[in-house]
């Protein structure tokens, strides 16, 4: 029953086809698909047509709001009243929350049932689901509650993205400038030379971030360290993104993640001898992905002090991912406060510079 990340690469294709050839191969019980509210409209049309009748749709609200154990509770009722038992699959038509939650109900339903990922937003199609990392947040704090639980199969279709809005196509362009800055010098250049809204096929540079991702997943599936590298740009991103979501500030992730980078690339020149021109040039680049945010200085000790609360962090220190060169990173460097402040200013210096 359980899935390994072994052999089990995402598929890329139609999402009609890939569906319904893993449908044909399986005999499960029961179906269950969870979406939200804007996957029920905008991808659930596209799969319809090949869903048993019987087929439970269990619709979520929108967004991060959603990712908590009540939401849970609300699907794990609908399953019980259509009497699912340990032979049903769960289908995830939907961004990160969608199939980070639905796949930690499957993990949990019954001891734990089968579960397909069908990402539907850049960020889930990169990222999210490919890694068996599921969860849910739980009083404040993200993603608390969850379990490594692999999907039977992880299926994309590009066409998802054709309604996805653009801030969410650049929410995932920084963690595929993530990849590439981690692992990939060849793919850097290529992401670099473009901008998401002039894409029009994006199915070499999912496979591409997906490789890198699939291929550090495999080497450390549980994260004792080397899947760490995956968190380049983090250490400063989740703390800016946790300060600016206290500042009521509207910000998103991967936003935070690019802020992150700039700041890390100086991290990377300080502490491990990435050269300075290089550190200069990716981070002219990456700016020109990011609105104009310019951190206060005033609010560079609270940036720190949310930096402390990471769960990356070891004994009291700061941990990050940094890079030694482009496609070339270290999962493990301590930074110490001085250091973080300093990136933050460097930052502040990218950002501004015309
Ligand atoms: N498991 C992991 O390894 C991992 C990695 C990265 C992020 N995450 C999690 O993923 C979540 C963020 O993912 P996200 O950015 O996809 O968020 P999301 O699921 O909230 O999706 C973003 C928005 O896009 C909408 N949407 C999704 N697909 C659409 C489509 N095809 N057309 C129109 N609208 C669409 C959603 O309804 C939502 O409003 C976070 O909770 C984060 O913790 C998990
Ligand atoms: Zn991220």
Same mark, same amino acid.
Request: net charge negative; hydrophobic share 45%; charged share 20%.
């Given at each position: %029953?359980?899935?390994?990340?072994?052999?089990?690469?995402?598929?890329?294709?139609?999402?009609?086809?890939?569906?319904?050839?893993? =449908?044909?191969?399986?005999?499960?019980?029961?179906?269950?698909?969870?979406?939200?509210?804007?996957?029920?409209?905008?991808?659930?049309?596209?799969?319809?047509?090949?869903?048993?009748?019987?087929?439970?749709? @269990?619709?979520?609200?929108?967004?991060?709001?959603?990712?908590?154990?009540?939401?849970?509770?609300?699907?794990?009722?609908?399953?019980?009243?259509?009497?699912?038992?340990?032979?049903?699959?769960?289908?995830?038509?939907?961004?990160?929350?969608? #199939?980070?939650?639905?796949?930690?109900?499957?993990?949990?339903?019954?001891?734990? +049932?089968?579960?397909?990922?069908?990402?539907?937003?850049?960020?889930?199609?990169?990222?999210?689901?490919? #890694?068996?990392?599921?969860?849910?947040?739980?009083?404040?704090?993200?993603?608390?509650?969850?379990?490594?639980?692999?999907?039977?199969?992880?299926?994309?279709?590009? @066409?998802? =993205?054709?309604?996805?809005?653009?801030?969410?196509?650049?929410?995932?362009?920084?963690? %595929?400038?993530?990849?590439?800055?981690?692992?990939?010098?060849?793919?850097?250049?290529?992401?670099?030379?473009?901008?998401?809204?002039? +894409?029009?096929?994006?199915?070499?540079?999912?496979?591409?971030?997906? @490789?890198?991702?699939?291929?550090?997943?495999?080497?450390?599936? =549980?994260?004792?360290?080397?899947?760490?590298?995956?968190?380049?740009?983090?250490?400063?991103?989740?703390?800016?993104?946790?300060?600016?979501?206290?500042?009521? %500030?509207? /910000? =998103?992730?991967?936003?935070?993640?690019?802020?992150?980078?700039?700041?890390?690339?100086?991290?990377?020149?300080?502490?491990?001898?990435?050269?300075?021109?290089?550190?200069?040039?990716?981070?002219?680049?990456?700016?020109?992905?990011?609105?104009?945010?310019?951190?206060?200085?005033?609010?560079?000790?609270? /940036?720190?002090?949310?930096? %402390?609360?990471?769960?990356?962090?070891?004994? #009291?220190?700061?941990?990050?991912?940094?890079?030694?060169? /482009? #496609?070339?990173?270290?999962?493990?460097?301590?930074?110490?406060?001085?250091?973080?402040?300093?990136?933050?200013?460097?930052?502040?210096?990218?950002?501004?510079?015309?």
């Amino acid at each position: %029953m359980s899935a390994t990340l072994e052999n089990n690469f995402p598929q890329i294709g139609n999402i009609q086809n890939l569906l319904s050839t893993f =449908l044909a191969k399986t005999s499960y019980s029961q179906l269950v698909v969870l979406c939200d509210e804007n996957t029920h409209q905008y991808c659930l049309p596209l799969i319809k047509n090949i869903l048993p009748e019987n087929t439970l749709i @269990a619709k979520i609200p929108a967004g991060e709001v959603s990712k908590n154990i009540e939401t849970c509770q609300l699907v794990w009722e609908q399953m019980l009243q259509k009497n699912c038992d340990r032979n049903a699959c769960v289908l995830n038509l939907g961004g990160g929350v969608v #199939g980070d939650l639905g796949g930690f109900v499957a993990a949990v339903y019954k001891r734990g +049932i089968d579960f397909v990922q069908i990402p539907t937003s850049l960020l889930a199609q990169v990222d999210a689901s490919v #890694g068996g990392k599921t969860g849910i947040d739980f009083q404040g704090a993200k993603n608390i509650l969850g379990s490594f639980a692999q999907p039977q199969k992880v299926l994309i279709d590009v @066409a998802f =993205l054709q309604t996805l809005p653009l801030r969410h196509l650049y929410n995932a362009w920084f963690e %595929m400038l993530k990849h590439a800055l981690i692992a990939d010098a060849a793919y850097w250049q290529e992401l670099t030379n473009q901008r998401p809204e002039d +894409i029009a096929d994006w199915t070499s540079l999912i496979e591409q971030s997906i @490789a890198i991702k699939y291929e550090v997943v495999r080497l450390d599936p =549980l994260e004792k360290s080397w899947r760490k590298i995956l968190n380049f740009g983090h250490t400063v991103g989740h703390a800016v993104e946790s300060w600016a979501l206290q500042q009521q %500030m509207d /910000i =998103l992730h991967g936003e935070a993640v690019g802020i992150g980078m700039i700041a890390e690339l100086y991290l990377s020149h300080k502490l491990l001898h990435f050269s300075e021109e290089k550190m200069w040039t990716c981070a002219k680049q990456i700016k020109k992905y990011l609105p104009k945010i310019i951190l206060q200085p005033q609010s560079f000790t609270e /940036i720190l002090h949310w930096s %402390m609360y990471d769960k990356k962090n070891a004994q #009291g220190e700061i941990m990050a991912a940094l890079i030694t060169d /482009i #496609g070339k990173a270290q999962p493990q460097c301590v930074v110490c406060a001085v250091d973080f402040e300093a990136a933050l200013v460097f930052y502040n210096k990218v950002i501004q510079y015309e």
